[in-house]
Nanobody
C-alpha cells in the first residue's frame, strides 16, 4: 500500500523560503515510473497542480510559481521535494503530494488521476 507523508510546511514572511518533503512508502521511485506531483488548495478554491515530475524530469510547473518553485526527488530516500523560494501571500494554501503510476515522462495535472495522496501540510505566507 502506497503511503505519502508530507512535512516542511509552516508560516513564513513574504520573500522567504520553505522546502516541503514527501516521503513515500510502498513504492520505489527507481523501480518503476512514478509520477509525483505537488498540489495546493487555498480556501474556497479548487485543488490545483503546482509542479509535477516523472522519471526525474519536470513534467509541469504552474505559471504562477515558475522560477520560484522547484520539484525534485531523491530516489535513494524515496522522497520528493518542493523547494519554494520568494514566497508570496497568494501561495498560502494546504499543500499535498500525490503519486500515480504513469508511462515514462508522462503524467497529469488533474487531481482525479492521482490515486495516492498525503495528508497535506499547511503553508502560510504573511505580507
Amino acid at each position: 500500500q502506497v503511503q505519502l507523508v508530507e512535512s516542511g510546511g509552516g508560516s513564513v514572511q513574504a520573500g522567504g523560503s520553505l522546502r516541503l518533503s514527501c516521503a513515500a512508502s510502498g513504492v520505489t521511485f527507481s523501480s518503476r515510473y512514478i509520477c509525483m506531483a505537488w498540489f495546493r488548495q487555498a480556501e474556497v478554491k479548487e485543488r490545483e497542480a503546482v509542479a509535477v515530475m516523472n522519471s526525474g524530469s519536470t513534467y509541469y510547473t504552474d505559471s504562477s510559481v515558475k522560477g520560484r518553485f522547484t520539484i525534485s526527488q531523491d530516489n535513494a530516500k524515496n522522497t520528493a521535494y518542493l523547494q519554494m523560494n520568494s514566497l508570496k501571500p497568494e501561495d498560502t494554501a494546504m499543500y499535498y503530494c500525490a503519486a500515480r503510476a504513469a508511462p515514462r515522462f508522462d503524467c497529469s495535472v488533474n487531481p482525479i488521476d492521482f490515486p495516492f495522496w498525503g495528508q497535506g501540510t499547511q503553508v502560510t505566507v504573511s505580507s
